[in-house]
């Protein structure tokens, strides 16, 4: 059962820059396509960004184009997503998910492997 991690969410001060890592330890990431999503408290949940297995992306929410992008190291097994330009909006528990569709599918959809989500503040 696919089981993925996040890490390296922070405290940021507006305008900074953050670079969350996605990873799985018993499983390789080189097949499936993974979805980064948010949830800010008192939000439902909300896509960002998806990179398929061959590394094309699709970004499920436009307030973060221009500043978040999406990349996948197979060698290293593991899902990258860099944030710059933070914006106190950006503030959200971020998670991780994989799904084996070839295209990214509908934010959520067929997604499963959810981690437990790290935390991004973006405040002065």
């Known amino acids: 059962q696919l089981q993925l991690v996040e890490s390296g969410g922070d405290l940021v001060q507006p305008g900074g820059s953050l670079r969350l890592s996605c990873a799985a330890s018993a499983f390789t990431l080189n097949y499936y396509t993974i979805g980064w999503f948010r949830q800010a408290p008192g939000k439902e949940r909300e896509g960002v960004l998806c990179?398929?297995?061959?590394?094309?992306?699709?970004f499920y929410t436009d307030s973060v184009k221009g500043r978040f992008t999406i990349s996948r190291d197979n060698a290293k097994n593991t899902v990258y997503l860099q944030m710059n330009s933070l914006k106190p909006e950006d503030t959200a528990v971020y998670y991780c998910?994989?799904?084996?569709?070839?295209?990214?599918?509908?934010?959520?959809?067929?997604?499963?492997?959810w981690g437990q989500g790290t935390q991004v503040t973006v405040s002065s």
């Open positions: 998910a994989g799904n084996l569709n070839l295209n990214c599918p509908a934010p959520g959809l067929g997604y499963h492997g």
């Open positions: 990179i398929t297995r061959y590394g094309s992306t699709t």
